[in-house]
T-cell receptor
Protein backbone atom coordinates (compact mmCIF):
# COMPACT_ATOMS: atom_id res chain seq x y z
CA UNK A 1 0.00 0.00 0.00
CA UNK A 2 0.86 3.64 -0.16
CA UNK A 3 3.47 4.84 2.30
CA UNK A 4 3.97 8.23 3.84
CA UNK A 5 7.22 8.80 5.64
CA UNK A 6 7.47 11.46 8.31
CA UNK A 7 10.57 12.42 10.23
CA UNK A 8 11.89 12.95 12.72
CA UNK A 9 9.74 10.69 14.87
CA UNK A 10 10.87 12.45 18.03
CA UNK A 11 12.54 15.78 18.60
CA UNK A 12 13.44 17.78 21.67
CA UNK A 13 14.33 21.42 21.20
CA UNK A 14 14.96 24.48 23.31
CA UNK A 15 12.49 27.32 23.60
CA UNK A 16 12.98 29.90 20.90
CA UNK A 17 14.48 27.56 18.34
CA UNK A 18 12.83 26.29 15.16
CA UNK A 19 12.08 22.72 14.21
CA UNK A 20 11.38 21.34 10.75
CA UNK A 21 9.27 18.23 10.20
CA UNK A 22 9.26 16.49 6.83
CA UNK A 23 6.47 14.48 5.27
CA UNK A 24 7.14 12.46 2.13
CA UNK A 25 4.88 10.30 0.00
CA UNK A 26 7.08 7.42 -1.09
CA UNK A 27 5.18 5.70 -3.89
CA UNK A 28 2.53 8.14 -5.06
CA UNK A 29 2.17 11.80 -5.89
CA UNK A 30 0.40 13.66 -3.13
CA UNK A 31 -1.59 16.52 -4.54
CA UNK A 32 -2.79 17.44 -1.08
CA UNK A 33 -1.13 17.06 2.30
CA UNK A 34 -2.65 17.72 5.68
CA UNK A 35 -0.96 18.63 8.92
CA UNK A 36 -2.56 17.71 12.25
CA UNK A 37 -1.62 18.06 15.86
CA UNK A 38 -2.87 15.89 18.64
CA UNK A 39 -2.77 16.60 22.35
CA UNK A 40 -2.91 13.66 24.76
CA UNK A 41 -6.31 11.98 24.89
CA UNK A 42 -7.74 14.41 22.37
CA UNK A 43 -8.85 14.23 18.78
CA UNK A 44 -6.69 15.02 15.82
CA UNK A 45 -6.90 18.73 15.06
CA UNK A 46 -6.36 19.86 11.50
CA UNK A 47 -3.84 22.68 11.34
CA UNK A 48 -3.55 23.31 7.63
CA UNK A 49 -4.06 21.91 4.17
CA UNK A 50 -1.36 22.29 1.57
CA UNK A 51 -1.56 21.80 -2.15
CA UNK A 52 1.58 21.43 -4.20
CA UNK A 53 2.86 24.71 -5.53
CA UNK A 54 0.44 26.94 -3.67
CA UNK A 55 0.16 28.51 -0.24
CA UNK A 56 -1.22 26.42 2.57
CA UNK A 57 -4.72 27.00 3.88
CA UNK A 58 -4.66 27.36 7.64
CA UNK A 59 -7.47 26.52 10.00
CA UNK A 60 -8.88 29.23 12.20
CA UNK A 61 -6.71 29.90 15.20
CA UNK A 62 -3.52 28.45 13.69
CA UNK A 63 -0.77 31.05 13.31
CA UNK A 64 0.61 30.86 9.78
CA UNK A 65 3.76 32.78 10.73
CA UNK A 66 4.51 30.32 13.50
CA UNK A 67 3.73 27.11 11.63
CA UNK A 68 5.33 27.48 8.22
CA UNK A 69 4.23 24.93 5.66
CA UNK A 70 5.98 24.36 2.37
CA UNK A 71 4.70 21.92 -0.24
CA UNK A 72 7.38 22.35 -2.83
CA UNK A 73 6.87 19.11 -4.72
CA UNK A 74 4.29 16.38 -5.18
CA UNK A 75 6.14 14.14 -2.76
CA UNK A 76 7.32 16.49 -0.01
CA UNK A 77 5.72 18.85 2.46
CA UNK A 78 7.45 20.41 5.43
CA UNK A 79 6.14 21.96 8.63
CA UNK A 80 8.45 24.33 10.46
CA UNK A 81 7.57 25.30 14.00
CA UNK A 82 9.28 28.65 14.48
CA UNK A 83 10.31 30.14 17.81
CA UNK A 84 9.01 27.08 19.59
CA UNK A 85 7.50 27.35 23.07
CA UNK A 86 6.69 24.61 25.59
CA UNK A 87 3.00 24.89 24.70
CA UNK A 88 3.89 23.80 21.18
CA UNK A 89 4.87 20.42 22.57
CA UNK A 90 2.52 17.97 20.89
CA UNK A 91 2.22 15.08 18.48
CA UNK A 92 2.27 16.33 14.88
CA UNK A 93 0.97 14.07 12.12
CA UNK A 94 0.88 14.56 8.38
CA UNK A 95 -1.34 12.79 5.92
CA UNK A 96 -1.31 12.72 2.16
CA UNK A 97 -3.85 12.11 -0.55
CA UNK A 98 -3.26 11.13 -4.13
CA UNK A 99 -5.75 11.13 -6.94
CA UNK A 100 -8.39 9.11 -5.09
CA UNK A 101 -9.38 10.66 -1.78
CA UNK A 102 -11.04 7.59 -0.31
CA UNK A 103 -8.14 7.00 1.98
CA UNK A 104 -5.72 9.35 3.62
CA UNK A 105 -2.33 7.91 4.34
CA UNK A 106 -0.69 9.01 7.53
CA UNK A 107 2.91 9.56 8.39
CA UNK A 108 4.31 8.01 11.54
CA UNK A 109 3.93 11.23 13.50
CA UNK A 110 6.46 13.47 15.23
CA UNK A 111 6.50 13.94 18.97
CA UNK A 112 7.82 17.42 19.66
CA UNK A 113 8.97 18.37 23.12
CA UNK A 114 10.01 21.96 23.73
CA UNK A 115 12.04 22.50 26.87
CA UNK B 1 -22.26 22.69 13.68
CA UNK B 2 -20.28 19.61 12.81
CA UNK B 3 -19.92 16.95 15.44
CA UNK B 4 -18.76 13.39 15.93
CA UNK B 5 -19.73 11.38 19.03
CA UNK B 6 -18.21 8.11 20.14
CA UNK B 7 -17.77 6.55 23.57
CA UNK B 8 -14.64 7.55 25.47
CA UNK B 9 -13.68 4.09 26.64
CA UNK B 10 -14.81 0.49 26.33
CA UNK B 11 -13.61 -2.74 27.88
CA UNK B 12 -13.90 -6.20 26.35
CA UNK B 13 -12.54 -9.69 26.87
CA UNK B 14 -10.01 -11.45 24.68
CA UNK B 15 -11.78 -13.64 22.14
CA UNK B 16 -15.06 -11.75 22.42
CA UNK B 17 -16.82 -9.30 20.08
CA UNK B 18 -17.10 -5.56 20.61
CA UNK B 19 -19.05 -2.86 18.76
CA UNK B 20 -17.90 0.75 18.83
CA UNK B 21 -20.60 3.22 17.84
CA UNK B 22 -20.20 6.60 16.19
CA UNK B 23 -22.80 9.24 15.39
CA UNK B 24 -22.03 12.19 13.18
CA UNK B 25 -23.44 15.51 12.06
CA UNK B 26 -21.68 17.15 9.15
CA UNK B 27 -22.27 19.72 6.44
CA UNK B 28 -22.67 17.31 3.58
CA UNK B 29 -21.22 13.83 3.66
CA UNK B 30 -18.54 12.10 1.64
CA UNK B 31 -17.87 9.02 3.69
CA UNK B 32 -17.06 7.68 7.11
CA UNK B 33 -13.62 6.44 8.13
CA UNK B 34 -12.42 4.30 10.99
CA UNK B 35 -8.81 4.41 12.13
CA UNK B 36 -6.87 2.52 14.77
CA UNK B 37 -4.32 4.38 16.82
CA UNK B 38 -1.90 2.78 19.27
CA UNK B 39 -0.47 5.02 21.94
CA UNK B 40 2.27 7.27 20.61
CA UNK B 41 1.71 6.26 17.01
CA UNK B 42 -0.07 7.75 14.03
CA UNK B 43 -3.51 6.41 13.08
CA UNK B 44 -3.75 3.53 10.63
CA UNK B 45 -6.63 3.15 8.22
CA UNK B 46 -9.20 0.45 8.96
CA UNK B 47 -12.25 1.14 6.81
CA UNK B 48 -14.17 3.55 4.63
CA UNK B 49 -17.96 3.51 4.13
CA UNK B 50 -19.91 5.81 1.87
CA UNK B 51 -22.91 3.60 1.10
CA UNK B 52 -25.34 2.16 3.63
CA UNK B 53 -24.59 -1.31 4.83
CA UNK B 54 -21.92 -3.52 6.28
CA UNK B 55 -18.37 -3.82 4.95
CA UNK B 56 -16.47 -6.83 6.23
CA UNK B 57 -12.71 -7.05 6.26
CA UNK B 58 -11.36 -9.99 8.19
CA UNK B 59 -12.00 -9.63 11.91
CA UNK B 60 -13.13 -6.03 11.46
CA UNK B 61 -16.45 -4.88 9.98
CA UNK B 62 -17.86 -1.41 9.60
CA UNK B 63 -21.50 -0.40 9.20
CA UNK B 64 -23.04 2.82 7.97
CA UNK B 65 -26.55 4.27 8.06
CA UNK B 66 -26.56 7.63 6.30
CA UNK B 67 -30.18 8.37 7.19
CA UNK B 68 -29.39 7.95 10.88
CA UNK B 69 -25.96 9.58 10.81
CA UNK B 70 -24.63 6.43 12.46
CA UNK B 71 -21.76 4.03 12.03
CA UNK B 72 -20.22 1.25 14.04
CA UNK B 73 -16.99 -0.70 13.99
CA UNK B 74 -17.31 -4.36 14.91
CA UNK B 75 -14.26 -6.25 16.11
CA UNK B 76 -14.48 -10.03 16.36
CA UNK B 77 -12.22 -12.60 18.04
CA UNK B 78 -10.54 -9.86 20.03
CA UNK B 79 -6.82 -10.10 20.57
CA UNK B 80 -4.69 -8.29 23.11
CA UNK B 81 -3.04 -6.32 20.30
CA UNK B 82 -6.44 -4.79 19.50
CA UNK B 83 -6.07 -2.64 22.60
CA UNK B 84 -5.89 0.83 21.07
CA UNK B 85 -7.92 3.94 20.39
CA UNK B 86 -10.40 3.76 17.54
CA UNK B 87 -11.10 7.00 15.74
CA UNK B 88 -14.24 7.72 13.77
CA UNK B 89 -14.00 10.48 11.16
CA UNK B 90 -16.62 11.81 8.74
CA UNK B 91 -15.76 13.60 5.53
CA UNK B 92 -17.86 16.68 4.86
CA UNK B 93 -18.90 18.31 1.60
CA UNK B 94 -15.51 20.06 1.35
CA UNK B 95 -13.74 16.72 1.70
CA UNK B 96 -12.46 17.72 5.13
CA UNK B 97 -12.25 15.06 7.82
CA UNK B 98 -14.15 15.78 11.01
CA UNK B 99 -12.63 13.68 13.77
CA UNK B 100 -14.15 12.09 16.84
CA UNK B 101 -12.14 12.10 20.06
CA UNK B 102 -11.57 8.37 19.80
CA UNK B 103 -12.68 5.36 21.81
CA UNK B 104 -10.05 3.73 23.98
CA UNK B 105 -10.57 -0.02 23.82
CA UNK B 106 -9.16 -2.06 26.68
CA UNK B 107 -8.88 -5.81 26.15
CA UNK B 108 -8.71 -8.03 29.22
CA UNK B 109 -7.49 -11.63 29.24
Amino acid sequence: GAVVSQHPSRVICKSGTSVKIECRSLDFQATTMFWYRQFPKQSLMLMATSNEGSKATYEQGVEKDKFLINHASLTLSTLTVTSAHPEDSSFYICSAEGGRATEAFFGQGTRLTVV
Amino acid sequence: GQNIDQPTEMTATEGAIVQINCTYQTSGFNGLFWYQQHAGEAPTFLSYNVLDGLEEKGRFSSFLSRSKGYSYLLLKELQMKDSASYLCAAMDSNYQLIWGAGTKLIIKP
